[in-house]
């Protein structure tokens, strides 16, 4: 049995993928430590890991609009929150030093520290790989089909999606959502101005269809008085609410694609970032989303939505993709893991490891198109 030290990019997106990774080494007997913040916390507990609490936490947040004041303020906290970490962790590897260190690739400092340490590193990946870090080990929290081309020792694990959620149940209002629903998600980083939801609530107040929006960043509290069949909060448990969706209208972030087709729940993306859009037009040449036009009428909207929700091609594409997804990707996650920190452990499933990477080699996607995927 080993000790490892989880260090995550702190956003749900990024830390949800990697909590199905703990539960399996700490369920085959291993310490799992996680670098976290406080909001964290009750999560990597729920699945048997060890928080250590970041005394600086950074609470990334991608304002609408590319506002100079706002984006250098965020630019600012995120160094100094990085910097924090940074020491954190350093102080905490001079005390007792982990077998490995799991680093999400956007905690490059992590990976600095602990090499200054000679810790072995992996990296952990919740969208693209890059070539710089293909000098180390990469887990990726993709499907091959969404993931550029990749080779050595790029692991593509498929979803890494839990049975159970990471956020409390929400009281929605009216017990169990049942009936056509549209879940409204732009994620929890990148925020949306009001006008985003008010669409959605004028194309489907008082319709047929249950809407739930989940507002991120925005204070719910400035929609106003919603229709009855629409509901607003911050944050909704959106595993439960995908098995129970129709249409799911989405910024098309890796974490919440992947959790969509493994609920076989067809997507309206509406990305914000190069690497969201990547995605995008993936799923698009897939079948099993379409993008939404950057200025929406409600009407249109509203067409759309029915149009995706009514599509009997997309339902078979979703269908087809979700049978075949692989469904051990924390088990293969967890080997590669033990495998390279030198620790003894599960066996190594060293088949299921190469048919990913293979699969993800076989991407029907250009080498031109792969090339310009990558974020920068």
């Not at 076989?362 to 974020?375: C, E, G, I, K, Q």
């Amino acid at each position: 049995m080993g000790e490892f030290l989880f260090v995550p990019y702190p956003a749900w997106g990024h830390v949800n993928p990697m909590l199905p990774v703990m539960e399996r080494l700490a369920a085959g007997g291993d310490v799992v430590r996680v670098l976290v913040g406080q909001r964290f916390v009750s999560a990597v507990e729920g699945v048997g890991a060890v928080p250590v609490s970041l005394l600086r936490e950074l609470r990334p947040h991608v304002p609408p609009r590319r506002a100079v004041v706002g984006w250098t303020r965020r630019s600012l906290c995120k160094m100094l929150a990085a910097r924090c970490a940074s020491a954190q962790l350093a102080d905490d590897l001079a005390e007792s030093l982990p077998d490995l260190v799991v680093a999400d690739v956007m905690t490059p400092w992590a990976v600095r520290v602990a090499r200054r340490r000679s810790v072995r590193v992996v990296s952990f990946s919740t969208t693209f790989t890059r070539g710089r870090q293909r000098d180390r080990p990469v887990l990726v929290h993709a499907l091959p089909e969404l993931q550029p081309m990749v080779s050595g020792r790029v692991h593509v694990l498929g979803p890494l999606v839990r049975r159970a959620d990471t956020v409390e149940e929400a009281s929605l209002g009216r017990g169990r959502v049942e009936g056509k629903v549209l879940l409204v998600s732009p994620g929890t980083v990148f925020e949306r101005e009001p006008e985003f939801f008010r669409t959605a609530v004028e194309a489907f107040g008082d319709t047929d269809w249950t809407v739930v929006l989940s507002t991120g960043a925005l204070d719910p509290g400035v929609l106003g008085t919603l229709p009855a069949n629409v509901t607003a909060y911050r944050s909704v448990p959106q595993l439960a609410l995908l098995r129970s969706s129709t249409v799911f209208l989405t910024h098309a972030g890796m974490n919440s694609t992947v959790e969509a087709l493994s609920a076989g729940v067809p997507m309206v993306l509406a990305p914000r970032c190069r690497e969201q859009r990547a995605t995008a037009r993936r799923l698009v040449r897939m079948g099993v989303g379409v993008s939404l036009p950057r200025w929406c009428h409600p009407v249109a909207l509203h067409d759309l939505v029915e149009r995706v929700a009514a599509d009997p091609q997309m339902r078979t594409a979703l269908r087809d993709l979700r049978e075949s997804l692989p469904g051990n990707g924390a088990e293969v996650a967890a080997a590669v893991l033990r495998a390279h920190a030198g620790v003894s452990g599960s066996p190594r499933n060293t088949e299921v490891m190469s048919t990913s990477i293979r699969a993800a080699a076989m991407n029907s996607s250009s080498a031109a198109d792969n090339a310009s995927a990558l974020p920068r």
